[in-house]
T-cell receptor, first 112, second 114 residues
Framework: NAGVTQTPKFQVLKTGQSMTLQCAQDMNHEYMSWYRQDPGMGLRLIHYSVGAGITDQGEVPNGYNVSRSTTEDFPLRLLSAAPSQTSVYFC???????????FGPGTRLTVL | KNQVEQSPQSLIILEGKNCTLQ??????????LRWYKQDTGRGPVSLTIMTFSENTKSNGRYTATLDADTKQSSLHITASQLSDSASYICVVSVFSGNTGKLIFGQGTTLQVKP
């Protein structure tokens, strides 16, 4: 099993550009989530999904969109990048609400 | 408000020494508490899980404790190694049906020096 994979590992964008961060898992997990991690702030939930076709907002959803068309994939879209979105982004998945969460290796995004 | 607070924010110890990291939470209703280890440049990895009825759990040199009455948990690292240098994150799961809400602490950064 590859676990949770994310692409790209690094990305530099200009303000106003859009892009999609890819996330995939091969563990047949129902729950998937996107987090951002900033220095001194810990991990903050952006969006999450409890199954294919079901998504919901986390605590910092503004400027991001998600979709979940398959169990395996959960892409995160930045609509119009802003410097405040400079961060490290982690995708995670778990089998159920109380199960262990597995994290991807992260995407380091810089917005100039 | 559901909250998880960790202390200290950072810690430096010498290789071979023991240390204890603290996690206080105000989360209700409580489901479980996990400690994660995050190496620099990598995603967090689960070390231990504690449920309401458990008060001690070990994973090698890592021992987690939970006091559900005082809402405190600790992670004790014995005979530290250079590879223990990482951030340690306390995560509490809220018992809320299928939503699976997680409350994250800000983490403790541990540096083990030779």
């Amino acid at each position: 099993n590859a676990g949770v994979t994310q692409t790209p590992k690094f990305q530099v964008l200009k303000t106003g550009q859009s892009m999609t961060l890819q996330c995939a898992q091969d563990m047949n997990h129902e729950y998937m989530s996107w987090y951002r991690q900033d220095p001194g702030m810990g991990l903050r939930l952006i969006h999450y999904s409890v199954g294919a076709g079901i998504t919901d907002q986390g605590e910092v959803p503004n400027g991001y969109n998600v979709s979940r068309s398959t169990t395996e994939d959960f892409p995160l879209r930045l609509l119009s990048a802003a410097p405040s979105q400079t961060s490290v982004y982690f995708c995670a998945s778990r089998r159920g609400a109380d199960n262990e969460q597995f994290f991807g290796p992260g995407t380091r995004l810089t917005v100039l | 408000k559901n909250q998880v607070e960790q202390s200290p924010q950072s810690l430096i110890i010498l290789e071979g020494k023991n240390c204890t990291l603290q996690c206080n939470y105000t989360v209700s209703p409580f489901s479980n508490l996990r400690w994660y280890k995050q190496d620099t440049g990598r995603g967090p990895v689960s070390l231990t899980i504690m449920t309401f009825s458990e008060n001690t759990k070990s994973n090698g040199r890592y021992t987690a404790t939970l006091d559900a009455d005082t809402k405190q948990s600790s992670l004790h690292i014995t005979a530290s190694q250079l590879s223990d240098s990482a951030s340690y994150i306390c995560v509490v799961s809220v018992f809320s049906g299928n939503t699976g809400k997680l409350i994250f602490g800000q983490g403790t950064t541990l540096q083990v020096k030779p």
